[in-house]
């Protein structure tokens, strides 16, 4: 990785690198140099459990469906680690909303049931602002009133843009 992919990165001046170069940190600056830019930027924006659940409790972080589709899809194309959404599923932390939705994602990525362990349906759509009921059966299932939009979906895995 060069100064110039590095200062990209991580924020880090030319005068600082300059200076760990001929420094004690010299073996920090060699481990950066021989870092690969491409993977060390994916693992940099690879996302967190935490950002998982902030799309599962879209309510609280996102205004509108747009930035919302924007956040998921990619992370419903990443290899997004399904058994994360199955424990999701029983997490008491989450509301029952979120993890209902947790067990439709996990359903829609598998084709597999998750069984949830609660009584009551949430009765809220997939993105908390779709009002609209889409007799989505896979949604229904899990007592939402709405899924993914399907359509934006497979045009951003077509085409990879929204």
Known sequence: MTQKQMNDLFGIS???LRHWKNSDRKDLYYLLENLDYE???KLLAKDTNEDLKQLLENEKYFT???DFERKL???LTSGLDVNLLLKFTKDRTLSLGARARAGYLYSFLTNKVAKLNFKTKP???FY???KNETKNGLANVYGLTSGIDIARFNQYKMTGSF
Do not use: I
């Open 14 to 16: 030319d005068r600082t």
């Open 128 to 130: 908390f602002g779709n």
């Open 64 to 66: 509108n469906q747009r």
């Open 123 to 125: 009765n809220v759509g």
């Open 39 to 41: 993977n060390a930027k």
């Open 73 to 75: 899809y990619p992370l």
